[in-house]
């Protein structure tokens, strides 16, 4: 079964930069979506952003849009997440996921069954 393994998060002030990894293994069949998650105490967890692994495709919830960069390596078992210009909104437990199948609702969770664990980013102002 795929693994997913994130990493990068910690402390940021507001303005400032984080950069998060996320590494899939133990998989025989390549990722098709792989994507970053994020759950605020007390709220609902919310997509982030997606790429397409072939393609390269990206896909940015509006709030995130022109801060935060999603990348795959060569290899296609990495994700990054480049985040810049920090809010203290943008405080959460974030989460690498992935999916192997085609789906139109690429920012919700329903279509992806791998998940990592959780990193936590906290931005103060």
């Known amino acids: 079964q795929m693994r997913l393994a994130e990493s990068g998060g910690g402390a940021a002030q507001t303005g400032g930069s984080l950069r998060l990894s996320c590494v899939a293994s133990?998989?025989?069949?390549?990722?098709?979506?792989m994507a970053w998650f994020r759950q605020a105490p007390g709220k609902e967890r919310e997509g982030v952003a997606t790429?397409?692994?072939?393609?390269?495709?990206?896909y940015y919830r509006d709030s995130v849009k022109g801060r935060f960069a999603i990348s795959i390596n060569d290899a296609r078992d990495t994700s990054y997440l480049e985040m810049n210009n920090l809010k203290p909104d943008d405080s959460a437990m974030y989460y690498c996921?992935?999916?192997?199948?085609?789906?139109?609702?690429?920012?919700?969770?329903?279509?992806?069954?791998?998940w990592g664990r959780g990193t936590q980013v906290t931005v103060s102002s």
């Open positions: 790429i397409q692994t072939h393609s390269e495709s990206t």
């Open positions: 133990g998989y025989s069949d390549h990722p098709y979506y």
């Open positions: 996921s992935a999916s192997l199948e085609f789906t139109w609702d690429v920012l919700l969770e329903d279509p992806y069954p791998f």
